[in-house]
């Protein structure tokens, strides 16, 4: 068994048909094929069911790819232990932002390492955190910054809380509730509300704060995982927002009483048994620096 056979399993496992996989690892369908077959042979299993042209992971194959995709990652740790981030280095990340993280994070991790790293590539992957939970435990992201608060725990992840950001309802400069000092929650009722997903524990803090009134299902009018555009929206309209409030430094804060005196919990989320990338401390001390 080498590593060469083992990347030949990952991509054929990936593009899911020995013509697509035999281009994209540019070698000859017969190579790949034997190289499978090789493989197989050595760990006394097959790998794949074969029905013509369609191939199919086995039950013991998924198994393995995922042993394959740790043991790869390993490999590339390994490689770059002991070294540095430089600006000369022009590997890659793949990040997946919630939508808070995404709106307040995109530019300001864009910008570092187009400053610091210009060969470095960087992709930026906005998403819900279900969504992107997934996209890590299949690894098409390598790390998740979302709020730690809307994830359930897991022994395969790997969570490091690195700040807090305050929520709040907020509305254009020139709305009815922008210049009152007090708000209560029922003068916020005619009003629609605009909010990207809400967490069971932000859910929870709003019916103890404002009743049952308050539940997201009934509260919550416009939502949408992108939140610049729910952004605009309020911008334009009297539609209230319901967010971070470092998300909309232009909309004014709505002053509602009781106040909700809730923070989202932002965390870098990685894979428990993946060594650490090399960009990681990058990102991680870049976002300490935001969020203080």
Do not use: W
């Not at 069911?49 to 042993?67: A, C, F, M």
């Not at 770059?80 to 590997?91: Q, V």
């Amino acid at each position: 068994m080498t590593l060469t056979q083992i990347r030949h399993f990952i991509g054929l496992a990936q593009a899911g048909s020995f013509v697509k996989a035999s281009g994209q690892l540019f070698m000859t369908q017969p190579a790949l094929s034997r190289s499978i077959k090789s493989l197989e042979e050595a760990l006394g299993q097959r790998l794949f069911d074969r029905s013509g042209k369609k191939i199919e992971l086995t039950p013991y194959g998924h198994s393995v790819l995922q042993r394959c995709q740790v043991l790869l990652e390993e490999v590339e740790a390994l490689k770059t232990s002991g070294k540095a981030l430089g600006a000369a280095d022009a590997g890659r990340v793949r990040l997946g932002l919630s939508s808070g993280p995404g709106a307040m994070l995109t530019a300001p991790i864009v910008l570092h390492f187009a400053q610091r790293f210009p060969n470095f590539h960087v992709d930026i992957v906005r998403a819900n955190t279900l969504a992107l939970t997934h996209m890590l435990r299949e690894r098409s992201v390598d790390a998740l910054v979302v709020d730690v608060r809307s994830m359930r725990p897991a022994p395969d992840l790997q969570v490091t809380q690195i700040g807090e950001a305050k929520g709040a309802f907020m509305c254009r400069k020139g709305h009815p509730l922008a210049r009152r000092t007090k708000v209560g929650f029922a003068a916020l009722r005619p009003y629609p509300v605009a909010s990207t997903p809400l967490s069971d524990e932000l859910a929870r803090v709003l019916i103890e704060r404002y009743g049952e009134q308050a539940h997201p299902d009934v509260l919550v009018k416009y939502a949408s995982d992108e939140i610049s555009h729910l952004v605009q929206v309020a911008e334009r309209t009297d539609t209230l927002l319901l967010a971070i409030r470092d998300c909309a430094p232009d909309l004014v804060e709505v002053k509602v009483s009781p106040p909700l005196n809730d923070h989202a919990r932002f965390g870098l989320v990685t894979l428990a048994n993946k060594a650490e990338a090399l960009y990681l401390p990058e990102i991680r001390q870049l976002m300490r620096a935001i969020f203080s």
